[in-house]
């Protein structure tokens, strides 16, 4: 099961980027960059991106994360599923990035596949079935007060994996899909120690501060997906500090997903 993070600028590195209340101008801009109708990277000319992280049955790590965004005065975007809020103990998770003022949103009930592998435009699920699950989620987090400001509902899919189908359905009720941006490597968070792909925590963070460093444009937009927790033992939630100490010496700001554009 994955988990994302994303990040965003502040005026002088205190977690939050300007916001008039909450926009949804990020579904049209064109200063973004899209992939199969869905925001994917934001404004590559302003020194800010989002932190997302995304939940699903592990969620082991969420205290320590939540605990370094406080200490960092960092805002971050959330997206959990139905298995991840199944858990009491991440419920109590949950009531507490709302009172840490940061975004959540669905990730999907059931976690399931939109999408082939092999041949992305092949769907999956029928348009009732994602509906129903996605309602579903919504309805759950409703009922954590996650909307209770009638902010508008982002969604990050299940595996970071969809086509055009999901997006025109998110957006006939009033969703919108956006995705993790990629090429920077944070997402390898997931991979156990078992998997031939295993990169450890550390590294993961110093692929990502190269990548930063060796790209024109940085992390500039960047929506930079981070996992809850997974089946590894070395776990993300101990790198978070370093990477957000080293961000802020490079002048980014965070953003909270609503707040990106």
Not at 65 to 87: E, M, P, Q, R, W
Not at 203 to 228: A, R, T
Not at 241 to 258: M, N, S, T, W
Request: glycine letters at 6%; hydrophobic letters at 40%.
């Amino acid at each position: 099961m994955r988990l994302v993070l994303i990040v965003l600028p502040v005026l002088f590195l205190v977690g939050g980027c300007s916001s008039s209340k909450h926009s949804t101008a990020i579904a049209t801009s064109p200063q973004w960059t899209f992939d199969h109708g869905a925001p994917i990277r934001g404004d590559k000319s302003r020194r800010e991106l989002a932190l997302i992280f995304t939940g699903g049955d592990h969620g082991q790590a969420t205290e320590t994360i939540l605990d370094v965004l406080a200490n960092h005065g960092v805002k971050a975007s959330f997206f959990v599923t139905g298995g991840y809020l199944a858990n009491p103990l991440h419920r109590e998770y949950v009531k507490r990035m709302v009172r840490d003022n940061h975004y959540v949103g669905p990730h999907s009930h059931a976690h399931p596949l939109y999408a082939s592998w092999e041949d992305r435009s092949k769907t999956l699920i029928s348009r009732e079935t994602f509906v129903a699950d996605l309602r579903q989620n919504i309805d759950e987090l409703r009922a954590l007060h996650c909307f209770d400001d009638d902010r508008p509902i982002y969604f990050i899919p299940p595996y970071e994996w969809f086509n055009e189908d999901q997006v025109e359905w998110a957006k006939a009720i009033d969703v919108q899909l956006i995705n993790m941006t990629g090429q920077a490597g944070s997402n390898r968070d997931w991979i156990p120690e078992t998997h031939a792909k295993f990169v450890s925590s550390e590294e993961i963070i110093s692929d990502v501060l190269k990548f930063e460093q060796n790209q024109p444009d940085g992390l500039n937009g960047f929506l930079l997906l981070f996992h809850l927790g997974s089946q590894r033992t070395d776990l993300m939630d101990t790198e978070f500090g370093r990477l957000l100490h080293q961000l802020r010496e490079r002048k980014y700001r965070f953003c909270r997903v609503d707040n990106l554009y």
